[in-house]
């Protein structure tokens, strides 16, 4: 009985976690379309796929919109996502940590 | 018979519902979704709803058995890709669990919530996406016609006319000829494919038959990426090609495929070996049927859902739609996709709908080894849509690059181009 209450409640919790979880793949659609549908990358487009931690990723992506690391399209890109968003990408493509 | 080996699966599954959060949560948000139209929008649309949302039945309804992109046509007309690489069958998207229905529709029931096939099937649904692309209006241009369109092809709805027509005129075009391209004011698809087509036309004529020419007719003053596509003209197709805007009598309002000549707005008429006529476009008919059109020809949409202001319950992508400054593209349309797919399940679990970002990405080649592109961010703004403040635009011009980086910047991009497309299609299709 106690058991089904817990589940119960986990069931419930469920839809704040489920929102973000709906952000997430929206976000990565915009990565998808050159990078491929897990972020392998090809035809010199580079591979986002587990590459960096997540630090890293942020660093990059920041860099990329400071102008701070030559770039042919992502400086424009990484400059239209809230640091919230890169958060999101960052934990989707990063390492496991 | 996938969906009913989902549907027992999804019935199992319910009296284990609070054992498995997981699919309780699934089972929350099932629902039927139809997908009307197979290009860039809705195949991106059925695979994504079949990764992310396992309890959505998807019916993708389709008349043709395979896809021919837009996108790299253009290099088909150069020679550079035959029409195997551009073209794609929907096997893969049904192995993923997609009902892909080869079947003209007839007519869309919003009311009753179903759609009716040319076969008489009716087919019934939760949620409607419709990604029903664009028609030509045959005769904006007098004389410009479905017949005329033979003899000057337009070579921009696959699924009308394969590029593969122009090619051959193209080809069969003596040294010394001349290429005349009519080119619409906007709003119409893919607002850099002109003058990517421009180049890649030099591109063969520069290779192949060096004494032609190339006139372009515009009935505007300015195009998407211009200052970039002009510099790349001067610098690799010198004396070969002539744009003309709308100020310098570049609108063509006549043609007579017969004679194959154009006649501009203040009555100057031009003869060519090849005449390309891209004509203007609205909304493909089943969209206009389906009354989701308004008097401009396209489909007004809420910016936050993508709904239909004109119909309920149907979510419109793509082309077909009112989306400024989201231009019409293929990168458009799968992320209208993914984002209209996100609100159908929040909606079936009676959740609201997530924050809406779209995207572009879009090259063009304009040389062997010379790509350009535009990107853009866009979010809902209180009116339509807005580009992220800040983000986007074009690649730098020449002037802002050392000849070097210059080099290496232009060669990327059309690496990069490859790529994008290797990859988009893909998704869709792989």
């Known amino acids: 009985m106690k058991l089904k209450i817990v589940l119960c409640f986990l069931v419930l919790s469920a ?78 493509y990063a390492r496991p940590q | 018979m996938a969906l009913s080996r989902r549907a027992f699966f999804a019935a199992a599954a319910m009296p284990a519902a609070l054992a498995a959060p997981r699919l309780a949560h699934a089972q929350a948000g099932a629902g039927r979704v139809v997908i009307i139209g197979g290009g860039f929008g809705g195949a991106s649309a059925a695979r994504f709803a079949r990764d992310n949302f396992p309890a959505l039945d998807v019916t993708l309804i389709e008349r043709s058995r395979t896809f021919t992109t837009c996108p790299y046509g253009n290099l088909v007309l150069a ?27 007839v007519a869309v029931d919003a009311a009753a919530k179903q759609v009716r096939l040319a076969d008489g099937a009716q087919v019934p649904y939760d949620r409607l996406i419709m990604s029903p692309g664009i028609d030509l209006r045959w005769g904006a241009i007098e004389g410009y016609d479905e017949a005329a369109s033979e003899r000057m092809p337009h070579g921009w709805v696959p699924s009308l006319q394969p590029i ?30 002109p003058y990517e087509r421009i180049s890649m036309v030099a591109e063969y004529l520069k290779r192949a038959k060096p004494r032609s020419k190339l006139i372009a007719l515009d009935a505007k003053n300015g195009f998407s990426k ?77 910016p936050a859902t993508l709904e239909s202001t004109q119909v309920e319950g149907i979510h419109v992508l793509g082309d077909a739609t009112i989306a400024a400054p989201m231009p019409k593209s293929g990168f458009v349309a799968s992320s209208h996709a993914k984002h209209a797919v996100a609100c159908i399940a929040a909606s079936l679990a009676g959740r609201a709908p997530p924050a809406a970002t779209f995207f572009n990405t879009c090259y063009s080649h304009v040389g062997a080894d010379y790509g350009i592109s535009i990107v853009g961010v866009f979010r809902p703004g209180p009116t339509g849509f807005a580009e992220v403040e800040g983000s986007g635009g074009v690649s730098p011009r020449n002037a802002a690059l050392t000849a070097e980086r210059r080099k290496e910047q232009r ?18 299709f792989g």
């Open chain 2, 79 to 105: 020679g550079r890709r035959d029409m195997n690489s551009i073209t794609f069958g929907y096997e893969k998207l049904a192995a993923r669990g997609v009902r892909v229905v080869h079947q003209s529709v």
């Open chain 1, 15 to 92: 839809p704040p976690v489920f929102a973000q979880a709906t952000d997430t793949p929206l976000l990565i659609g915009g990565c998808q379309g050159c990078h491929g549908v897990s972020g392998q990358g090809g035809q010199g487009i580079p591979s986002i796929k587990a590459n960096h931690s997540r630090d890293e990723f942020m660093a990059l992506m920041r860099s990329f919109s400071a102008n701070e690391r030559p770039a042919t399209i992502m400086g424009r890109i990484s400059r239209g996502y809230s640091p919230e968003q890169t958060a999101l990408l960052a934990a989707h």
């Open chain 2, 164 to 193: 593969s027509l122009l090619r051959r005129q193209l080809e069969a075009m003596p040294d010394g000829g001349r290429f005349v391209m009519v080119i619409p004011d906007n709003p119409f698809r893919c607002p850099p494919g």
């Open chain 2, 226 to 302: 211009q200052p970039l596509f002009q510099d790349a003209w001067e610098e690799l197709y010198p004396g070969i090609i002539q744009w003309r805007g709308a100020s310098n009598d570049g609108r063509v309002t006549r043609v007579n495929a017969a004679a194959m000549e154009v006649e501009t707005e203040f009555g100057e008429k031009l003869k060519g070996d090849v005449v390309n006529v891209i004509p203007p476009q609205m909304a493909a008919k089943i969209a206009r049927d389906a009354g989701l059109a308004n008097q401009s020809g396209w489909c007004p949409i809420k």
């Open chain 2, 411 to 428: 060669q990327l991009e059309a690496l990069y181009a490859d790529g994008w497309y290797d990859s988009i299609t893909d998704e869709m």
